[in-house]
């Protein structure tokens, strides 16, 4: 019921007005008087009780993304989460990594105080296989003891956003798990209730501890290595080295581009032994680069990304005074392993970079993140942060018997990882003395097109031996008149192509009570030529029989779990691209060739069956790149024995005649 507030007396609205001001001014408090502190909240039972370091994960909400969608699994949600690492115990936990599980195909878009550890920017999926997050820009986690219980020193928290699909409204999107993995370090599994989840991660006791004698981390190593080294600093600016090695026998890149993140909005003014793919000065201009510097000539500088992509210099420009005259420079972005030349396992490259507020001052040094490399054909390395070591030392300039420290120094390590399915960059195709039937490259075993008419699911079709000297889209015909000799069913939706650039073809030429022999050939349908090719061969129960092989160098390596390195001599060494047949109206295009005679002996080696698959790879390398393997061996004909017809003649002597047999076909 409403108040006549016109029928109200004067003196009773005046007391009104005086009660509502007392009121007022009891409850309200002076400027000049101090705020009551708040009393911090208590924590919770499993902080009190966890000695060592405590994660949790709290799940905040979610909300539906466009376009909306009537299929559960194919609708997309917005998330937001929060992990919180925080150091319980008495010791300072340094360079602070966790894995979530992610487990509902999320797509992680941002997270506020860490980087993704795999080198690969936002946003990244995650949903598969989890991910890795180490800290930034704290990445040491100091004690209550040290700290006077100070949170901001002890513990981060991440606040994660990104988007999930395949969940019901009214279900609960949590991890699998969430761990801390950094060595000398057990977590038991993660206790969830509704959207929370928590677990106390203790040291443990068989953890030997290495002594450091350093103050930083002490170098590790990696399959491939950067050292991020400050050589001169100043408070807006600084010069920086970035040395790469290869460390690995079968590593390689070949026109390598690198790509790192600044996370304070520096930019490169310049740089020698390298440069930048893009030279736009925009991104400074109107970025807070511009607002800083406003009387800076932005038109010299060379790149203002966030994410720029660096690559080698040419030879050409190795005595160039402004960009050249570095050692290890200027390669055209080739990386071979120390098995093949030292020299050219390294490379390096100088920089100028230029700081923003807060960080004008000379000790104020952060390295960028997120450090990704790929080639042309290579392997795929897996990075993970810059962690701070002890400066490099450098020979003296003046050639003095002394040395000079860098200012400061990280060192990043990226290790090899296996191409996924149908990520592959080479496949390998098998056949067999006694078998007719070539097994080829699997099915986009290097990717396949999406709405592609052909069947991406189906197995490759069995060819003829002499059908894998032809491109895959001239095989039909031999492999339809295959088919009907073989009586084979030959599906209406043929299988697609492997969809490679580089495919080798493996071949058991004989076997005999002695030894055996295989020839492996090597297939470039690109266009571009490989120079300072190599291959690499692992085998099980063969490896320690290896002889020779007879048109290429090979070694073995036993380091690299018994592996057979091979590599074109001089006038061998330089692997064509595809060209043109004799008659190019009607004759298919040519790959480029390559192939060796390989003698095995049997001597000291039992139970070596070569055609129940010994005679096979376990792993097959091509320019440090391992190839996708075939899914099955050849089968032996029905009126094939398990023995060469030429058993009786010695392997040296099979594999002397192959050899000059393929002479003569070349």
């Not at 919770?44 to 709290?58: H, M, R």
């Not at 800290?135 to 999930?164: E, F, H, R, S, W």
């Not at 795929?380 to 200012?407: E, I, Q, W």
């Not at 209406?492 to 580089?502: A, S």
Request: hydrophobic letters at 35%.
């Amino acid at each position: 019921m409403g108040i006549p507030w016109r029928k109200v007396s004067p003196f009773v609205t005046l007391f009104l007005f005086c009660f509502t001001t007392v009121l007022h001014t009891t409850t309200a408090q002076d400027y000049g008087d101090p705020a009551p502190e708040a009393k911090p909240a208590k924590p919770s039972k499993e902080i009190e009780t966890c000695n060592g370091i405590f994660i949790s994960y709290v799940f905040q909400g979610r909300e539906k993304e466009y376009p909306h969608v009537k299929n559960v699994s194919a609708q997309a949600w917005s998330f937001q989460a929060m992990a919180t690492v925080m150091n319980t115990g008495a010791d300072e936990l340094k360079s602070w990594q966790i894995f979530i599980g992610f487990q509902n195909r999320e797509l992680l878009v941002s997270a506020e105080g860490a980087v993704v550890v795999d080198g690969d920017g936002f946003p990244i999926r995650v949903g598969n296989n989890g991910t890795t997050l180490a800290g930034y820009p704290m990445t040491d986690l100091k004690t209550a003891i040290d700290t006077a219980n100070d949170m901001t020193q002890m513990q981060v928290q991440i606040n994660l956003k990104g988007t999930q699909f395949g969940l019901s409204e009214k279900s609960n999107p949590m991890p699998k798990t969430i761990k801390l993995v950094n060595d000398g370090y057990i977590c038991p599994a993660a206790t969830k209730k509704g959207t929370y989840m928590h677990t106390c991660c203790k040291k443990d006791p068989k953890f030997k501890v290495k002594k450091i004698t350093t103050k930083f981390f002490p170098r590790r190593y990696g399959d491939l290595t950067f050292t991020y080294d400050i050589l001169k600093a100043f408070e807006n600016k600084y010069q920086a080295q970035v040395t790469i090695d290869n460390n690995h026998p079968l590593g390689r890149l070949d026109q390598w581009n690198l790509t790192w993140e600044w996370m304070r909005n520096e930019f490169i003014y310049s740089m020698k032994g390298a440069y930048t793919h893009k030279m736009d000065p925009s991104e400074c201009i109107y970025g807070p680069q511009g607002k800083y510097y406003r009387d800076f000539d932005f038109s010299t500088v060379m790149n203002c990304q966030k994410k720029p992509v660096i690559a080698d210099l040419p030879p050409e420009k190795e005595n160039d005074d402004k960009v050249g005259r570095l050692p290890y420079c200027c390669k055209n972005g080739t990386l071979l392993p120390k098995t093949m030349n030292e020299t050219k396992a390294r490379a390096i490259f100088q920089l100028e970079v230029f700081k923003l507020p807060p960080d004008m001052n000379r000790t104020a040094l952060n390295p960028p993140q997120n450090w990704n490399i790929v080639g042309r054909l290579n392997p795929n390395y897996k990075c993970g942060p810059p962690l701070r070591v002890d400066p490099t030392a450098f020979p003296d300039t003046t050639g003095l018997p002394a040395t000079t420290s860098a200012v400061a120094s990280w060192q990043v390590s990226c290790n090899m990882t296996k191409p996924k399915a149908r990520e592959a960059k080479c496949c390998v195709s098998y056949s067999a003395y006694y078998s007719d039937d070539a097994i080829a490259c699997n099915t986009c075993a290097c990717g396949c097109e999406e709405n592609a008419k052909c069947a991406a699911n189906a197995p490759p079709l069995l060819l003829p031996p002499d059908a894998l000297l032809l491109p895959f889209e001239n095989r039909t015909v031999k492999a339809n008149a295959y088919a009907k000799i073989k009586k084979y069913n030959v599906p209406k939706k043929l299988p697609c192509p492997d969809n490679c650039g580089v495919s080798v073809n493996w071949h058991v030429d004989s076997d005999h009570s002695n030894g055996w022999t295989a020839r492996i050939t090597l297939f470039n349908w690109e266009n571009n030529a490989f120079s300072d090719w190599y291959s690499a061969v692992q085998l099980k129960k063969a490896f320690p029989g290896f002889e020779k092989a007879y048109s290429f160098n090979g070694t073995k390596l036993p380091e690299a779990n018994g592996t057979i390195f091979m590599q074109g001599p001089p006038g061998l060494n330089y692997l064509v691209g595809e060209v043109n047949g004799t008659h190019p109206e009607r004759d298919p295009r040519v790959p480029g060739k390559q192939q060796t005679v390989i003698s095995f002996t049997k001597k000291g080696i039992r139970d070596l069956n070569i055609v129940k698959g010994d005679g096979f790879p376990t792993k097959l390398f091509f320019n440090g790149e391992e190839c996708a393997l075939p899914k099955e061996f050849p089968k032996m004909n029905k009126n094939g024995g398990n023995r060469s017809p030429v058993a009786l003649v010695p392997a040296v002597l099979i594999a002397v005649l192959t050899f000059l047999f393929c002479i003569g076909l070349n």
